[in-house]
């Protein structure tokens, strides 16, 4: 229940959220979607509503928002926050790269903005697999054409790390 959500998280929330939201005379309404705890951590989707057409959806790891995404189809692309921002303009550097590497999937939204921007392979690390479940399940994301791995990133870049220098080194 929505009641079981940490009051401070929820002010945090409401700081961070669009600046049309914040400026709306109605209080945001939140709605719990999903809630689900491993050994992470409490993951949880919820949909926050501000005014009568604004509406997105986010997902949380404890009390830290690690995506979102408006739910209106025509704002697909559309960022709720800045920093949402900075990742996708790597799209736009000239000339555009073809391979992208990220670190932590969020809610899938960066991936899918890049293969239409046209970056032909992005790969995805992402440690939680609870993460990479919620993002199919409840903001559409499919892991096709991308590579998604559940794996720890650091561990991960350790052993081809040290693979590459094994190798060049015989």
């Given at each position: 229940a929505m009641g079981e959500t940490p009051a401070f998280f929820l002010l945090c929330l409401a700081l961070q959220l669009p600046s049309a939201a914040r400026t709306s005379s109605r209080e945001p309404a939140f709605t719990l979607l999903a809630e689900e705890e491993n050994a992470l951590g409490t993951l949880r989707v919820i949909d926050v509503t501000v005014g009568h057409n604004m509406q997105l959806r986010l997902m949380?790891?404890?009390?830290?928002?690690?995506?979102?995404?408006?739910?209106?189809?025509?704002?697909?692309?559309?960022?709720?926050?800045?920093?949402?921002?900075?990742?996708?303009?790597?799209?736009?550097?000239?000339?555009?790269?073809?391979?992208?590497?990220?670190?932590?999937?969020?809610?899938?939204?960066?991936?899918?903005?890049?293969?239409?921007?046209?970056?032909?392979?992005?790969?995805?690390?992402?440690?939680?697999p609870l993460v990479l479940q919620f993002a199919r399940s409840h903001f559409n994301f499919a892991p096709h054409p991308h590579t998604v791995l559940v794996a720890d990133a650091l561990d991960l870049l350790r052993t081809r790390s040290s693979n590459n220098s094994s190798s060049s080194s015989s």
């Amino acid at each position: 229940a929505m009641g079981e959500t940490p009051a401070f998280f929820l002010l945090c929330l409401a700081l961070q959220l669009p600046s049309a939201a914040r400026t709306s005379s109605r209080e945001p309404a939140f709605t719990l979607l999903a809630e689900e705890e491993n050994a992470l951590g409490t993951l949880r989707v919820i949909d926050v509503t501000v005014g009568h057409n604004m509406q997105l959806r986010l997902m949380a790891l404890d009390n830290s928002v690690i995506g979102a995404q408006y739910t209106d189809p025509s704002l697909e692309f559309s960022t709720p926050f800045l920093n949402f921002a900075i990742h996708q303009s790597i799209a736009h550097w000239t000339p555009p790269p073809q391979r992208v590497l990220q670190l932590g999937l969020g809610v899938g939204t960066v991936p899918k903005y890049l293969s239409a921007a046209g970056v032909q392979h992005v790969h995805v690390v992402e440690f939680n697999p609870l993460v990479l479940q919620f993002a199919r399940s409840h903001f559409n994301f499919a892991p096709h054409p991308h590579t998604v791995l559940v794996a720890d990133a650091l561990d991960l870049l350790r052993t081809r790390s040290s693979n590459n220098s094994s190798s060049s080194s015989s």
